[in-house]
C-alpha cells in the first residue's frame, strides 16, 4: 500500500465529515502551503504503519473468521479494523470476481457505518494490489454496497476525489514527486467509482454533489490575481455570482485549500464530469 496516500485519505475521512463552522481567513499561497493536512499527515501516516505492523503480527497468529468479522462489522467496525477486514472483501473480489452471500453481507455491514465505510476506502483506493478492481467496467459487487448506503458514501466518494487532487498540487509544489504520484492514483481510483456509479444511474444525489462542490471551488473575488498569476488564468468566474453550497464551501475553507488546490479539483471536476458540473444534459449510458 501507498502509506502516504492511506495516510491523506485516512485523514480526510476522519476529519472531512465532522461539522465544521465557516471560517474567515485571508487566502493567501503561503497559508496553503501550510496546510494542516499535510502537516497531520506525516502524525496519521506513522500512526496506521504502527497498526498495520500489529495487525500483520495478529493475523499472522490467528486470523478472525468469516463470523467474527461479520459481528464485529454489524456492531460498527472501528476504523483500524474496517481497513482490513475491507481489504480481505476486496482481495476476494479480486482474486474470484464475485463476492459469495456470506462477503457480500459482511460488506455491507462494513459500510453502513461512518467508521467502515471509512476505512473500507482508504484500503480500496491506495491498495497497489487492488489495482484490478478499477478496470473497467467495475464490478457491480463492488458498487451495489456503496450506492445502498449513500449516507456515508455519496459525500465520502466526492471527498475523495477532491482531496486527493488537492493533495497531489501540494505534494508537487513541495517537490515530492513520488507523494504527488500516489496521490494522483488515489484520485483516478475515486473518479473512476463516481463515474461507474454515475454511468449506472446507481446513487440519486451524487451528480449533484458534484456539481456543487465544481460551483464551491471556483476562483473567489479575493484571490483571483493570485490564482491568474499561478495558473494564468483572466480574472473573472464563470460562477463568481452563483449561489455557492455552503456545505461545500465550508470544507474547502476548512483545509485552506489556496487558489491551486481549488483549481485542481474544479479541473478534476469538469474533466471527468463536465455534462453534469455544467449543468448540461446528462444521462446515464444505456448498457
Known sequence: MRRSAAAMLA??????LRPSATQTRPRTRLQ????????EEARIRAKLEDHA?????????????????????KRGASFEAAQDIGRELAEQLRDKKELDDEARELLQDLVSTTSGARGWFVSLLTDDDLAQLFVPPIDD???????????????????????????????????????????????????ALCTALL????????????RALYEASAP??????????????SPF????????????????????????????I??????????????????????
Open 220 to 233: 473567489r473575488d479575493d484571490d483571483l490575481r493570485e490564482l491568474g498569476e499561478i495558473l494564468g488564468l
Open 11 to 16: 485523514l480526510c475521512l476522519v476529519e472531512g
Open 32 to 39: 496553503s502551503t501550510n496546510s494542516p493536512d499535510l502537516e
Open 266 to 287: 474544479r479541473r478534476t471536476l469538469y474533466e471527468n464530469w463536465a455534462p453534469i458540473v455544467r449543468k448540461e444534459v446528462y444521462s446515464p449510458i444505456e448498457e
Open 141 to 191: 459487487a463492488l458498487l451495489q454496497p456503496i450506492a445502498a448506503r449513500p449516507e456515508p458514501n455519496l459525500r465520502l466518494c466526492v471527498m475523495n476525489v477532491a482531496m486527493s487532487a488537492a493533495t497531489a498540487v501540494a505534494h508537487e509544489r513541495d517537490g515530492h514527486r513520488e507523494l504527488a504520484a500516489a496521490s494522483r492514483a488515489t484520485s483516478l481510483r475515486s473518479a
Open 237 to 264: 468566474s464563470e460562477n463568481a455570482a452563483s449561489e455557492v453550497d455552503e456545505d461545500w464551501a465550508a470544507f474547502l475553507d476548512k483545509w485552506r485549500y489556496g487558489p491551486d488546490q481549488r483549481a485542481a
Open 199 to 210: 454511468e449506472r444511474d446507481m446513487m440519486a444525489g451524487l451528480a449533484e454533489a458534484l
Open 53 to 73: 505492523a500489529q495487525q500483520r503480527g495478529r493475523h499472522a497468529k490467528k486470523k478472525l473468521s468469516p463470523a467474527a468479522q461479520r459481528r464485529r462489522a
